[in-house]
T-cell receptor, first 109, second 116 residues
C-alpha cells in the first residue's frame, strides 16, 4: 500500500464547476499537508499548506484536512480553464515530502 | 522571491554518456536541496537530499554511484547522471529549502532527460 493515495483522474469539468480533489494517507506521523499545482512540463507550485484538521480558505481554493480519517481534500470554486493542470497532494514527515500520484484536471470553457 | 532555476530545461544524450543538471536558488540561500524524478503521469519520487558541504542522503533504491549529487554552495546543487541509459529518461526536478528557515520547499521548473 502506498503511503499516499490519490485518484489520478483525468477529471474533466465545465467552467464554473466546483472541483473536489482528494487524497488518503496511511501514515499517522504526517504532520503537514500541502497541495501543489503542476502545469505540463513545469515544476510544482505550492497552492495550500495546512497542518491541522479543519478547513483553510484562500480565494477560490479551500483545503480540508481530516486527520481522524486520514483524508485531505482540495476544493476549487468557480473553476476556470486556467485551473487545468495536475494537482498533487503532498505530506511532510520530518524534512521529506511524500507526494500523491497527482490528479489531472481539465476545465472546459 | 524564492526562485529556483534548473539548467538545462531539456537534454538529449546518447546511451553511455553522462549528463549534468544544475539547480540554483536565485534569490535566497538554500541549506538543503532535494532531487526528485517524475515519470509520465506519475508522482514525484524523492531521489536524494543534499546539504551544503556534506554528502547527499539517497533514498532506498537510488544508486548513489549512478546519480552523483554535489551541493558545493548555498545556491547551487548539481545532479550528474552517469553512464545514462534509456530507462533513466525522465523529468528531474529539484527543490530548495531556505537558510532563513521555514519548511517550504521551492521547486525548480524541471529538466527533461531523454537518453537515446
Amino acid at each position: 500500500q502506498k503511503e499516499v493515495e490519490q485518484d489520478p483522474g483525468p477529471l474533466s469539468v465545465p467552467e464554473g464547476a466546483i472541483v473536489s480533489l482528494n487524497c488518503t494517507y496511511s501514515n499517522s506521523a504526517f504532520q503537514y499537508f500541502m497541495w501543489y499545482r503542476q502545469y505540463s512540463r513545469k515544476g510544482p507550485e505550492l497552492l495550500m499548506y495546512t497542518y491541522s484538521s479543519g478547513n483553510k480558505e484562500d480565494g477560490r481554493f479551500t483545503a480540508q484536512v481530516d486527520k481522524s480519517s486520514k483524508y485531505i481534500s482540495l476544493f476549487i470554486r468557480d473553476s476556470q480553464p486556467s485551473d487545468s493542470a495536475t494537482y498533487l497532494c503532498a505530506m511532510r514527515q520530518g524534512g521529506k515530502l511524500i507526494f500523491g500520484q497527482g490528479t489531472e484536471l481539465s476545465v472546459k470553457p | 522571491g524564492a526562485v529556483v532555476s534548473q539548467h538545462p530545461s531539456w537534454v538529449i544524450c546518447k546511451s553511455g554518456t553522462s549528463v549534468k543538471i544544475e539547480c540554483r536558488s536565485l534569490d535566497f540561500q538554500a541549506t538543503t536541496m532535494f532531487w526528485y524524478r517524475q515519470f509520465p503521469k506519475q508522482s514525484l519520487m524523492l531521489m536524494a537530499t543534499s546539504n551544503e558541504g556534506s554528502k547527499a542522503t539517497y533514498e532506498q533504491g537510488v544508486e548513489k554511484d549512478k546519480f552523483l549529487i554535489n551541493h558545493a554552495s548555498l545556491t547551487l546543487s548539481t545532479l550528474t547522471v552517469t553512464s545514462a541509459h534509456p530507462e533513466d529518461s525522465s523529468f528531474y526536478i529539484c527543490s530548495a529549502r531556505s537558510l532563513a528557515g521555514g519548511n517550504e520547499q521551492f521547486f525548480g521548473p524541471g529538466t527533461r532527460l531523454t537518453v537515446l
